[in-house]
């Protein structure tokens, strides 16, 4: 009987443990989530892992469902391979998307960022991942692997546009390959880090029609 007692005694007291680390979880959680309503910026400094959890969570709800589906599926592989990835941009305004294409870091009014739903919620089918460690730089060593997770799960990132049909050639070569020991001198695209479907385009997009959005049917490479 004393036994017992002091055995159902131990049971609750590694509960309580569990519960209370349980709660301490939650609290910094909560205290990181709130941290970011002021946004932090895009492409600053390394986050905590909980600080960057918590801001990828928040991109990851300006997506359309059926895209935050596969941008989920894509941070998961980038993390096994011991990568940091931070969604930068998600969902953009039509003012943000003019200022980008002011500053050179779009080519298109109206695109795959600024898609809304139908009371105009944020429904974004693009967004822009980076290297958390290292967010201002273009490093091939976290682009190339990013490219080769997307494009396995029917995504595309920008890292072929803009480059000639010789240069294309090379990074699909070491896409294909896995091999990035020659990426650090190779000449990528203008937009490494944009994520979008490939077989769909923004009006589509906008207008739900989003049948064939992760099936290559046409040459969407540049
Ligand atoms: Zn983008």
Same mark, same amino acid.
């Given at each position: 009987m004393h036994k017992r007692v002091i055995t159902s005694f131990g049971f609750y007291k590694c509960k309580a443990a569990f519960v209370g680390a349980f709660a301490l979880v939650a609290i910094a959680a909560y205290l990181a989530y709130n941290s970011l309503s002021r946004p932090?910026?895009?492409?600053g400094a390394p986050r905590s892992h909980l600080i960057l959890w918590v801001q990828n969570e928040q991109k990851l709800k300006e997506l359309h469902p059926a895209f935050r589906l596969k941008v989920r599926a894509v941070i998961k592989d980038l993390k096994t391979r011991k990568l940091r990835p931070r969604i930068a941009t998600a969902w953009r305004s039509p003012q943000s998307q003019a200022d980008a294409v002011a500053a050179g870091?779009?080519?298109?009014?109206? @695109?795959?960022?600024?898609i809304t739903g139908p009371n105009g919620q944020k429904r974004a089918w693009a967004c822009d991942i980076v290297d958390?460690?290292?967010?201002?730089v273009t490093n091939p060593k976290f682009f190339f692997p990013l490219a080769k997770i997307a494009e396995s799960h029917g995504l595309i990132t920008g890292?072929?546009?803009?480059?000639?049909e010789s240069d294309i050639r090379l990074v699909e070569l070491s896409i294909e390959k896995e091999?990035?020991? @020659?990426?650090?001198?190779m000449r990528t695209g203008w937009d490494p880090a944009h994520l979008q479907p490939i077989g769909i385009t923004a009006e589509q997009a906008q207008k739900d029609l989003i049948k064939g959005a992760f099936v290559k049917p046409r040459d969407n490479s540049k």
């Open positions: 932090l910026p895009p492409y870091k779009s080519k298109v009014q109206f @695109g795959f960022h600024n958390d460690n290292n967010a201002r890292i072929r546009w803009g480059l000639s091999d990035w020991a @020659g990426t650090t001198t």
